[in-house]
């Protein structure tokens, strides 16, 4: 991508409005723009981003077994009187009537929506276990929207839904979903740590929040230290039930803690390996049983030919949220340093003298070549200074500069700088070339 064909409102100040350092940055970086309280609209650069975490959060998904589909942002408010959940949910619910009269409502999540699709279209036990998700919008009329696409009123969030025929097959549902959560954070470079959580008005007996930790976070949480070394997954069968337990289970039992659920003796046996942080809730998981397959009369026939009532799951993930939480876990003075999976581009690619005919030449090569062996370059091809193109590289936090200079021309060379080391090196276009592509 060419800048100088791109949107990139890239500001020097910060924002007056904008209290924590990612929000500042997302607005700095031209990433995002506030439209309205909480809803933002995405410029393509924040976009790119957004996209990418969609794509691993999809990959891990799909990994999982769960299957894809798409749900409308609105919904009938006669669905939520179903499960009783109409008058139940308040005023972070944006409540719309049609021409018609009709009432309707922005969806803050799916539970009721999704059980009368599956309770319409599952008629016995082969139709079960399924895990359904889509990555949709989802408007929640927050009191106090703040802290840019972190709590918006508008945002974009995986939510999945299982359906099993008891509790056991529920569980196990569970922990799968448990470790595809930290396989997607950990492919987006941040450490995610559960955490066992109330199940709140959804309702259930078995919760666990994903916290990104991170000074600004609006929850305190004690954690153990073992948590800040990468958990291998690697070797990890998700389809055999036992196994998968054990795993899940002893990563809980070992390794978290939760304010509400200190607990002297593990603390003592913990010892300084207790730590305490502020953190970021980027998921949240639930099994709730039977409480909305019940409610909406929801039931499938048995191998013995009884009627079952399938026993569910819900597995938030904020997609929007995320794109804040990365920043909040990786920027430094000058900027945003995006982890490689998420970045927006790979390589920002300066030019610093577009009056310059072969400096111009050997970029615009530099920049076809690249793009050609399928690397995401955004190229400065812009009539600016230096330093003001640095600065924005350095804001918009890609994991590579690559600038192309009449000096280093002259001795046959251009420099390569790491965005998050600082380190720079000076190399061939060819050696260039091939580190951006090996
Ligand atoms: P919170 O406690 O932060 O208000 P929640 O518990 O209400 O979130 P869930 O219903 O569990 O949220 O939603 C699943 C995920 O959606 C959350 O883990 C969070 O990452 C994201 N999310 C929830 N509310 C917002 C919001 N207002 N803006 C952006 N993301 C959100
Ligand atoms: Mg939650």
Redesign the pocket.
């Known amino acids: 991508m060419r800048l100088s064909r791109y949107l990139l409102p890239v500001a020097k100040e910060s924002p007056a409005d904008a209290q924590i350092v990612s929000h500042k940055l997302m607005l700095r970086a031209g990433l995002v723009r506030q439209t309205a309280a909480g809803i933002y609209a995405w410029l393509p650069l924040g976009l790119r981003v957004l996209r990418k975490i969609e794509k691993i959060v999809r990959e891990e998904q799909d990994r999982a077994g769960a299957v894809e589909l798409l749900m409308p942002t609105l919904q009938s408010a006669d669905l939520w009187r179903e499960s009783g959940r109409y008058d139940a949910y308040g005023p972070e619910m944006l409540r719309i009537t049609d021409r018609h009269e009709r009432e309707m409502l922005y969806g803050p ?1 799916n539970e009721e929506m999704i059980t009368a699709l599956f309770r319409d279209a599952a008629r016995s036990y082969r139709d079960l276990p399924r895990t359904l998700y889509h990555i949709q919008w989802k408007f ?1 009329d ?1 009191v106090r ?1 703040r802290f840019g ?5 508008e ?1 974009l ?1 995986k939510d999945a839904y299982s359906f099993d025929m008891d509790e056991a097959g529920a569980r196990h549902s569970y922990n799968k979903m448990f470790v595809a959560y930290l396989r997607t954070f950990a492919r987006m470079g941040v450490r995610a740590i559960p955490m066992q959580a109330d199940t ?1 008005p959804i309702g259930g007996d078995l919760s666990h ?1 994903f916290i990104i930790l991170a000074p600004s976070g ?1 929850s305190e949480v004690f954690y153990h230290a073992n948590w800040e070394k990468p958990v291998d997954l690697g070797a990890i069968d998700t389809e055999d039930a036992g196994v998968l337990q054990q795993v899940v289970s002893g990563l809980v039992a070992d390794y978290a803690a939760t304010d509400e659920k200190r607990d002297p003796e593990r603390e003592a046996a913990t010892g300084d390996l207790l730590r305490t942080s502020r953190g970021i ?4 998981i639930f099994y709730f049983g039977t409480k909305y397959s019940e409610a909406m009369g929801m039931a499938v026939q048995a191998k013995d030919g009884t009627s079952v009532v399938p026993h569910m799951g819900s597995y ?3 997609v ?2 995320l794109v804040g939480a990365l920043i909040e876990a990786s920027h430094d003075d000058a900027g945003i340093i995006w982890p490689e999976e998420v970045a927006p581009f790979k390589v920002g690619l300066i030019n610093m003298r577009v009056d310059d005919e072969t400096c111009t030449r050997v970029a615009d090569d530099m920049y076809q070549k690249l793009t050609g062996l399928g690397v995401e370059v955004l190229y400065d091809d812009r009539d600016e200074r230096g330093g003001a193109k640095f600065a924005t590289m350095d804001v918009i936090g890609l994991p590579w500069q690559l600038v192309i200079g009449p000096k280093g021309l002259a001795s046959g060379v251009v420099e390569l700088k790491n965005r998050r080391t600082g380190e720079k090196q000076e190399l061939s276009l060819d050696s260039a070339l091939e580190r951006l592509t090996g």
């Open positions: 999540t929640r927050e929207p696409v972190m709590r918006g009123r945002f969030m709140g929040e609006e809730e980027v998921g949240h938030g993930i904020g929007s949220r």
